[in-house]
């Protein structure tokens, strides 16, 4: 599985990129997934300030398509 989300700029929030953190050496099913994916994301806002998550969602590991967060 993998954590996919949406991140926006705080100062410009039509300014959005998208950020995968994969479980791939973990593996975790989708609601394992979902349950850890809060503390995942706060790891990584912590580590980039100025960036808010706008959405996420847990994907199969190599689906690439994920504009429908």
Do not use: Y
């Amino acid at each position: 599985m993998a954590l996919v989300f949406l991140v926006c700029l705080v100062a410009s929030p039509d300014t959005c990129r998208e950020e995968r953190l994969s479980f791939a050496f973990d593996p975790i099913s989708n609601l394992g997934c979902m349950m850890g994916a809060q503390s995942r994301m706060a790891e990584w806002t912590n580590t980039h300030p100025g960036w808010r998550v706008a959405r996420w969602k847990c994907i199969p590991e190599g689906v690439e398509e994920i504009r429908t967060i």
